[in-house]
């Protein structure tokens, strides 16, 4: 039996990292088996939470993550399609097949209608509540005979359809992450599978259509543990075998609590705009709850697949590190083309006032050059405009008292009228032809080490520290140099 997963939100608005996550480890698990399927359904059935667009925006995410699906929605010319023979793939378009099957559950005696209205079942909660019981619901419509039901719901009263769950049973599953878990019918809802709108709820909707897609493993956050015996029961009751059940640990914010979007960027969108490239992201995602058997922390989606397994998902939640993600993301800056680099950074320089969007083109040799120079330093791409001033204007700003001191030493100045005149004297700025300028200035003048390199640099950009200084020269040109080297002479030189 070939493996088949799915991703299956709600368009509800934007792509948390907690979905990148279960949509990435779907995604691995389908890859890391032959022929395995991962497919992608939309969730909305809950129409009071729709959010144009969200759709269009999710697959984005996900083509951007390259966390692609075999069947489901696809954009085509920027509008939504279908691809796969298990369709349709929305779940307000299959409303057909749920009142079929609800049907089946009423006459099997396993579902039946409830009349209770929404001030009922306040009442009946709060007067639980005070007794110092779990509230749920009382079973109030469980033995109204289904004919009478069908009359009064022709007739026009509002009704929901509930499930009926047996009495005092035990419901066994065996969860990859969790193992044995069992859990007593008394202490579970008779939830509702059909909605007064005539929609179902996810609870039905996903046991109808996870069996007619023909999936294999539910692999879905924790916080759906709780609901699991009632969809195993749903199993039971049509007849069908149930799918393994994987339920992932929460990822968590740095106060040990599930991440919510009250703590700072948690959308995948969110990453994207400052820069963060997507196979870092998803790099460290996969990290957020599994690891590897040899430790790895750097690897390629490639190797991800065929590292992964579901067996070394932990139980307890993952934190998420900013300064972790940093981390991978800078390695990944470090290694990436650097025209690659420069596209997805022309953003900035162009909301930075830096390039104009018709001067991109002109000035692309230029933007490269300062991303080559300062991506040893960025943890992620929109940093870049910190640094991007530096290379800019003839007059130099003093970052620190540091910065300061390094050019009050007193063989400062001549030193860097030496320096400045081998750079005019040079026929073109090359990485090779400064290192060698700095040579000659070190023969010539005798200083060397800290002492040649820290003043030179701190005259041309009035920073002790920052970009390759090689790199930073070629950028600035001779005329720059000159000028910026003639200014601190002028103005912090003793």
Not at 89 to 117: M, P
């Amino acid at each position: 039996m070939s493996v088949r997963v799915r991703f299956a939100p709600s368009p509800t608005g934007y792509v948390h990292i907690g979905s990148l996550r279960t949509a990435l480890y779907n995604y691995l698990f389908a890859k890391g088996n032959e022929n395995g399927k991962y497919i992608l359904r939309i969730e909305d059935t809950d129409r009071t939470r729709l959010v144009e667009g969200a759709v269009e925006n999710m697959l984005e995410a996900m083509e951007w993550a390259g966390v692609n699906h075999d069947e489901g929605p696809v954009l085509l010319d920027g509008q939504i399609s279908e691809t796969g023979d298990f369709g349709p793939y929305v779940q307000s378009d299959r409303l057909e097949i749920y009142k079929k099957h609800i049907e089946t559950l009423l006459e099997k005696g396993h579902a039946y209608y409830c009349f209770c209205t929404k001030e009922r079942l306040d009442q009946v909660r709060e007067q639980q509540k005070a007794n110092g019981e779990t509230p749920k619901y009382d079973g109030h419509c469980r033995d109204i005979d289904l004919e009478e039901a069908r009359k009064r719901a022709a007739a026009g009263e509002s009704y929901v359809i509930r499930l009926k769950l047996p009495v005092n049973r035990d419901i066994m599953f065996d969860d990859v992450v969790r193992g044995k878990v069992v859990v007593n019918t008394n202490d579970v809802d008779d939830q509702v599978l059909i909605k007064t709108d005539g929609f179902p709820t996810y609870h039905f909707a996903v046991i109808v259509d996870d069996h007619h897609m023909g999936i294999t493993h539910v692999i879905r956050g924790e916080e759906w543990l709780p609901s699991t015996p009632k969809h195993v029961y749903m199993y039971e009751a049509f007849g069908w075998d149930a799918p393994r059940y994987v339920h992932l640990p929460n990822i968590l914010n740095s106060e040990k609590k599930k991440l919510s979007k009250r703590h700072g960027d948690v959308a995948v969108k969110d990453f994207k705009e400052k820069g963060y490239l997507p196979e870092a992201l998803v790099n460290y995602i996969s990290l957020l709850g599994w690891s590897p058997e040899d430790n790895s922390e750097i690897m390629s989606i490639e190797e991800i697949i065929s590292k992964f397994s579901l067996e070394r998902v932990s139980k307890s939640g993952g934190v998420f590190d900013v300064e972790k993600l940093n981390w991978i993301n800078s390695h990944y800056l470090k290694e990436a083309d650097l025209d690659r680099l420069t596209e997805l950074a022309s953003r900035y320089f162009v909301e930075g006032g830096y390039v104009s969007e018709d001067e991109i083109k002109d000035k692309w040799d230029w933007m490269k050059s300062i991303i080559s120079a300062t991506r040893e330093k960025l943890d992620y791409l929109k940093q870049v405009v910190d640094y991007i001033p530096l290379f800019l204007g003839e007059t130099v700003d003093m970052e620190d008292e540091n910065a300061k001191e390094m050019v009050e030493l007193d063989h400062v100045p001549d030193m860097l009228e030496v320096f400045k005149g081998k750079i005019l004297e040079s026929e073109e700025l090359t990485k090779d032809s400064t290192k060698k300028i700095l040579k000659a200035v070190q023969k010539e003048t005798g200083h060397k080490g800290k002492n040649l390199f820290m003043p030179v640099r701190v005259a041309v950009s009035g920073q002790c520290h920052g970009p390759d200084l090689n790199e930073m020269l070629v950028i600035l040109g001779k005329d720059l140099i000159s000028k910026r080297i003639d200014f601190v002479k002028n103005n912090y030189c003793k």
